[in-house]
């Protein structure tokens, strides 16, 4: 009977123990997504961040974080955006790896106050890598004559339908170090003197959640449920937070257009099968 009349008092006047939002950062990391697969970017998770760091009586926010990377842009600007809250709602940040954190997964789990794994999650993978695929010699084969016009002496850098160039590789490269010593930067701001003396941290291998220990790539190895209740007490409970909805309950995509026709319904039925190659080709990286 008191169980009874407890639930008919209003949620806020319940004594239900501590409740700490849990926001899921799980899949590749890429810019847009389609009505047929949702990616993991700042459009997609940014409502979901927000709610959860609103929460007032709720001390940290956790992010729980399954990634084998993709956009360092994209990586980046989750980070910023969670830390930015942190410190806006004055909210501690635990990050638990599942699976992988790794590349830009790992720069999202940076953004943590504390970072947890599980002895067999992979870590790390701190580098930047490009990939893609040439196509000169099909189309010699089946008769194509490739024709391009350019202002500009460096538009067409990387053609895929062109030999490759020394000069453009080394162009590509130059990117990748710029981009390397930023994630490097950022690495070094949030882990500090809790980074091993490890030439190989930053060389791009990725490692078990137990040797990330041993080089400070996280806190502490356990599991979230276990962890939050040893921290905020036995009635603490974890309260998955979602973006926004529609009327019928599904997500709503962070950025999207109506009334899509039949052309851009099957443009983006050809963009989605090319973007479930690439998150496959970045999971299987690590094994997955």
């Known amino acids: ?12 006047f319940r004594d239900d123990g501590l409740v700490i939002p849990v926001v899921r ?22 409502p979901a961040l927000e709610k959860a760091f609103s929460k007032k009586d709720s001390p940290a926010v956790v992010l729980s974080i399954n990634s084998p990377g993709g956009s360092p842009v994209q990586s980046r600007m ?9 410190e806006e709602k004055n909210k501690r940040v ?3 790896v599942e699976d992988v954190a ?28 490009s990939g893609g695929f040439g196509f000169p010699e099909l189309l010699k084969k089946i008769g194509v004559e490739r024709r391009v016009y350019t202002a500009g002496e460096n538009k067409v850098i990387l ?11 080394d162009y590509l490269k130059s990117l990748q170090v710029e981009i390397h010593e930023i994630f490097i930067d950022m690495v070094k701001s949030r882990r500090g003197s809790a980074l091993a003396d490890n030439a190989d941290i930053f060389s791009g291998l990725f490692w078990t959640g137990r040797r990330g220990l041993e080089l400070g790539l996280v806190d502490s190895l356990g599991d979230m449920r276990a962890e939050i209740k040893k921290r905020y007490g036995g009635d603490a409970k974890l309260e998955l937070v979602s973006g926004a909805k529609d009327f019928f309950g599904r997500k709503l995509p962070g ?6 026709g039949m052309e851009q319904v099957a443009a983006a039925a050809v963009s989605g099968l090319a973007e479930t190659l690439e998150e496959k080709a970045l999971w299987s990286r690590y094994g997955l």
């Open 1 to 12: 009977m008191a169980g009874v009349l407890k639930r008919l008092v209003p949620k806020r």
């Open 78 to 86: 989750i980070f910023d955006r969670i830390r930015a809250l942190a």
């Open 255 to 260: 950025v999207g257009a109506k009334g899509a």
């Open 159 to 169: 053609d895929p339908f062109q030999p490759e160039k020394e000069s453009d590789i």
């Open 102 to 129: 790794a590349s830009g997964g790992y720069m999202i789990a940076l953004a943590g106050d504390e970072i947890f794994a599980d002895a067999t999650s992979i870590v790390g993978s701190i580098g930047v890598v």
């Open 94 to 96: 635990l990050v638990f």
């Open 25 to 46: 950062l799980h899949g590749a990391i890429m810019s847009g997504g389609s009505r047929f697969k949702q990616q993991l970017n700042l459009a997609s998770v940014a």
